[in-house]
């Protein structure tokens, strides 16, 4: 079982270093699709009321959802459009670094591809863990300091053993964790 920080620094996981990043559409990318279906996938399973995509990126996860009620919240400008090409709803907020209140929760949270950028991937399952009853989350699959993030905006990386454990240190039951090529995906609930 392994958990990894992989940076010292937080500027990654600011809106700062994110501002004038490009959009990136996910769901075109043949090595992104796959994660993004097996998440719909995931959520589709547990039939939820209602989802928020907390970390949504263009809307490509939330294009796929209709008819479940579902809504998102990113924090990069370039993703705007995204969402309006797609017809998803979605704000423009930073979530992560502030962990409010006052944002308008689902009965699933997805943060696919989001926990490995942030500074306190554990404070923010904790929160989301506060306000939901099932989390879709995935991160890329055992990342080392010593082998370098995938990515030069990752903070951490886990084994599979290591990512079910930040779930069920907050109370989570993991009901599937699977990898899809590079990345891991992880459905859990709350636990009674």
Same mark, same amino acid.
């Given at each position: 079982m392994a958990e990894y920080r992989l940076q010292e620094t937080n500027y990654p996981s600011t809106?700062?270093?994110? /501002?004038?990043? /490009?959009?990136? =559409?996910?769901?075109?990318?043949?090595?992104?699709?796959?994660?993004?279906?097996?998440?719909?996938?995931?959520?589709? %399973?547990? +039939? =939820?009321? %209602?989802?928020?995509?907390?970390?949504?990126?263009?809307?490509? #996860? #939330? %294009? #796929?959802? @209709?008819?479940? @009620?579902?809504?998102?919240?990113?924090?990069? +400008?370039? +993703?705007?459009?995204?969402?309006?090409?797609?017809?998803?709803?979605? /704000?423009?907020?930073?979530?992560? +670094?502030?962990?409010?209140?006052?944002?308008?929760?689902?009965?699933?949270?997805?943060?696919?591809?989001? #926990?490995?950028h942030l500074d306190d991937p554990h404070a923010a399952v904790r929160w989301i863990g506060d306000h939901v009853r099932y989390i879709v989350a995935s991160s890329p699959d055992n990342e080392k300091p010593e082998e370098g993030a995938d990515h030069d905006s990752h903070l951490w990386g886990w084994d599979m053993a290591g990512y079910a454990k930040l779930f069920t240190d907050s109370g989570f039951v993991v009901v599937e964790h699977v990898l899809v090529d590079w990345s891991q995906v992880i459905l859990v609930r709350k636990e009674a």
């Open positions: 809106y700062a270093y994110h /501002e004038h990043r /490009e959009r990136a =559409p996910h769901l075109e990318q043949p090595w992104q699709a796959a994660r993004l279906h097996k998440a719909f996938d995931m959520i589709k %399973s547990v +039939n =939820p009321t %209602s989802v928020v995509d907390l970390g949504c990126g263009d809307g490509g #996860l #939330l %294009s #796929l959802l @209709p008819p479940i @009620p579902a809504w998102g919240y990113d924090f990069q +400008n370039s +993703n705007v459009a995204g969402w309006v090409e797609r017809g998803v709803t979605a /704000e423009q907020r930073d979530v992560f +670094n502030d962990l409010p209140e006052d944002i308008r929760w689902g009965e699933l949270a997805v943060a696919t591809e989001v #926990l490995e």
